[in-house]
C-alpha cells in the first residue's frame, strides 16, 4: 500500500522486497527491472527468489555498470529506469510465467495460462516452464537458445543459477601391487530424507561452515521445501517422530492420536490422526503432515521412491 514514507505500488512488507524485488499486480506503476505478480498461485521458493534478484541485478549492471545512475537505483529499494518491466507469475511448484507491461497482442502470460495450455490460444504450445526456462526465453530474443551474454550471466552466478550436481560413480583400479582400489567422491545426502544427491561440492557448506539446506533439489523433499514457502509447517510423521509430532500439535491446540490399524492380526499404530469430524486427516508412517497457513492440514503421501541408504 502507498503511503507517504512508501510511495511504491509494490508491497512494503512482503519478504521479497528484502531482496529488492517488487511484489505487485500485472500492471505496476513504476518502471520496476522486474516483479512478482502478488496474485501468483504459488510463492517463489528461496532459489527463486534469488534467481529473480540476480535477473534484475544482471538488467542493471548491463545497461548502467557501476555508473552514478546505478548508485541512484541503488539507493531506492527497488531496481527501476527500465524501458519495460517483466512481470513473473508462479502457477505451481516448476510452472512459471512471465509478461512485458508493454506487450498489447497476444497472449497475456507466457506460457499461457495453464487452462488454455494444449488449446486454441496456446500458439506456442510451451507447457509449464521453470523459472530459469522463462528467463532463458526473456533472453532468447525470439531465437529458442538464451543469449550468451545471459548464459555467461548465469555460469558466474552460481550462488543464483546452481549448475546441475555432478555424479560420479565409484571407480575400481587394480593398483601396482595387484590389490583392488575403490576411488570414490564424497556424496551429500538430502537433509531431509537422507537419499544420496551426488557429488558434495562447495553448494553444500554456507559461509559459516555449515551444511546448506538441499532439499529442494530432492525429488522426495522438493514438494516440502514449495509448501514451505507458501507458509506451510510440515512433518514427517515416522516411529521416531510421533511422539515429537503430537507434542507439537497439542501445543498448537489440534487434537491427534495415534492411528491403529490390524498389521497381521495385532492391532497396531501405523500413522497419527490429526483433528476431528469432517476435517480429520490421517498421515501415516512415512507420510508428510502438513498445515496449511489457514490451519488446515493436508497429507503429502511418501513418495514412491526406494531408499537409496
Ligand atoms: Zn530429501
Redesign the pocket.
Known amino acids: 500500500m502507498k503511503t507517504a514514507d512508501w510511495p511504491y505500488d509494490a508491497d512494503q512488507h512482503d519478504p521479497l522486497t528484502q531482496l529488492r524485488i517488487p511484489v505487485t499486480g500485472t500492471h505496476p506503476g513504476f518502471t520496476y527491472t522486474a516483479c512478482f505478480d502478488r496474485d501468483s498461485e504459488a510463492r517463489p521458493n528461496d532459489a527463486e527468489a534469488q534467481q529473480i534478484a540476480s535477473f534484475i541485478e544482471e538488467y542493471q549492471e548491463h545497461y548502467f555498470g557501476n555508473g552514478s545512475w546505478r548508485r541512484v537505483q541503488q539507493a531506492k529499494p527497488f531496481d527501476m529506469d527500465c524501458y519495460t518491466t517483466t512481470v513473473f507469475h508462479k502457477w505451481a511448484p516448476n510452472d512459471w510465467s512471465y509478461r512485458c507491461v508493454t506487450w498489447q497482442y497476444g497472449p497475456f502470460w507466457v506460457p499461457v495460462f495453464p487452462r488454455q495450455r494444449g488449446g486454441e490460444y496456446d500458439e506456442q504450445q510451451l507447457g509449464a516452464l521453470t523459472l530459469v526456462q522463462v528467463m532463458d526465453r526473456i533472453h532468447a530474443h525470439g531465437g529458442d537458445q538464451p543469449s550468451t551474454r545471459w548464459a555467461a550471466w548465469k555460469t558466474s552466478h552460481p550462488e543464483a543459477f546452481r549448475p546441475p550436481r555432478t555424479n560420479t560413480p565409484d571407480r575400481q583400479t587394480i593398483n601396482d601391487e595387484g590389490r583392488a582400489v575403490t576411488t570414490l567422491r564424497i556424496k551429500r545426502a538430502?537433509?531431509?530424507?537422507?537419499?544420496y544427491?551426488g557429488d558434495a561440492d562447495n553448494r553444500d557448506v554456507d559461509e559459516h561452515g555449515n551444511l546448506t539446506d538441499v532439499?529442494a533439489e530432492?525429488?522426495?523433499?522438493?514438494p516440502l521445501v514449495e509448501f514451505e514457502a507458501q507458509g506451510c509447517a510440515t512433518w514427517q510423521v515416522t516411529p521416531r517422530s510421533i511422539s515429537q509430532v503430537g507434542d507439537e500439535l497439542d501445543r498448537l491446540g489440534v487434537y491427534a492420536k495415534g492411528y491403529w490399524e490390524d498389521v497381521d492380526g495385532k492391532l497396531a499404530v501405523t500413522g497419527l490422526r490429526v483433528g476431528t469430524g469432517a476435517t480429520r486427516v490421517v498421515a501415516k508412517y512415512g507420510d508428510w503432515l502438513v498445515r496449511h497457513p489457514d490451519g488446515q492440514f493436508a497429507v503429502h503421501p511418501a513418495p514412491a521412491v526406494a531408499s537409496s541408504v
Do not use: D, K, S
Open positions: 538430502c537433509n531431509g530424507c537422507g537419499l544427491l532439499r530432492c525429488a522426495i523433499c522438493a
